[in-house]
């Protein structure tokens, strides 16, 4: 549920990196806009300078061919004439320049803002497509969710005792706290489930810790909400079922009717001795997965139900990665 919240928050973000591209781009076209509006401004401008420049030449031309009638009809000396002429001639070619200069700039503006355009469309783009490639794999993880029947809570139901542990002390190590029994196994097989529960009883929902030094402080200090028999794993010692016992029961229902309880499950390495004494001796009367079905269901398969959720959710999320 982490990761979906992680992902919703994932799509908020990008809807608004998208809006906020949305936005860059529009600003990005108006300023494209005013300077293709400048751009034209001082193309016209420059093909003016250059027509000036073309009619004062043809008059410098005129002048050095006798004529010294000015355009405003006075009268000028052919020198006079030729020292304006020559004077529009330097004032135009300088406006053509600086002319030539802006329309430079301008280009180099223009090429610049239409780079920039291009820019902020490819980030509209990706980050839409982003955006469509969040939904679907939200989409993808909700129905996988539905798939497992997750229902909001039940998780939570089924965490771990530990975590409702108060500290006893300051320094207290929550590591030291294993967890319960229930929560600590994995079955082989889930028809043996029932049969399990009712062979370690409620020691299923014992709490097993590291020592007895942990269990005096926690049973003291730990401000429990409800009795709570401690498994210290360095104090506790189990049994197994004698050998002649077992060979007995395989002769009276046969070999594949008899199991060890301890057989039928998986566990740490470390959690040996608990639940060998948890297992270990029980009555082996029966068989484990025979009796009438129960009308309330089995812890462990409650807990089975769980770590499997949780082992296809870290799947999920690694897929989202």
């Not at 600003?27 to 420059?46: A, I």
């Not at 497509?129 to 039940?154: A, F, M, R």
């Not at 429990?224 to 079922?241: A, C, D, H």
Request: glycine fraction near 4%.
């Amino acid at each position: 549920m982490e990761n979906i919240k992680a992902e919703e928050k994932n799509i908020i973000q990008l809807k608004k990196n998208l809006t906020d591209d949305k936005t860059a781009y529009d600003d990005k076209k108006n300023e494209l806009n005013n300077v293709g509006g400048l751009f034209e401004k001082l193309r016209k401008k420059n093909d003016e300078d250059a027509a000036s420049v073309i009619a004062a030449q043809e008059r410098l031309q005129k002048i050095t061919a006798g004529l010294l009638e000015t355009d405003t009809g006075e009268n000028a000396t052919l020198e006079q004439q030729l020292m304006n002429a020559k004077r529009n001639a330097t004032t135009a070619d300088t406006e053509v320049k600086q002319c030539e200069m802006g329309l430079k700039f301008s280009k180099e503006q223009l090429s610049l803002k239409q780079k920039e355009t291009k820019t902020n469309d490819t980030d509209y783009q990706r980050d839409n497509k982003d955006l469509e490639l969040k939904e679907k794999q939200l989409k993808t993880l909700t129905n996988e969710l539905k798939k497992l029947n997750y229902e909001d809570g039940s998780l939570e139901i089924l965490k771990d005792e530990k975590h409702l542990i108060i500290n006893p002390s300051p320094n207290f190590n929550r590591d030291s706290v294993k967890g319960l029994v229930c929560t600590l196994l994995r079955l082989k097989d889930k028809k043996t489930a029932y049969a399990l529960d009712v062979a370690a009883g409620n020691r299923l929902y014992n709490v097993i810790v590291d020592t007895e030094k942990t269990s005096k402080a926690l049973l003291q200090n730990g401000q429990l909400q409800q009795r709570v028999t401690m498994i210290p794993l360095n104090k506790i010692s189990g049994s197994s079922i004698d050998e002649r016992t077992i060979q007995y029961a395989e002769k009276l229902v046969g070999n594949d009717n008899v199991q060890s309880a301890l057989s039928l499950i998986d566990y740490p390495p470390y959690l040996k001795p608990a639940m060998s004494w948890i297992f270990g001796s029980c009555d082996p009367s029966g068989t484990l997965s025979g009796g009438a079905p129960s009308k309330t269901r089995s812890i462990l398969l409650k807990m089975d139900d769980y770590n499997s959720m949780i082992e296809e959710l870290k799947i999920k999320e690694k897929q989202l990665q």
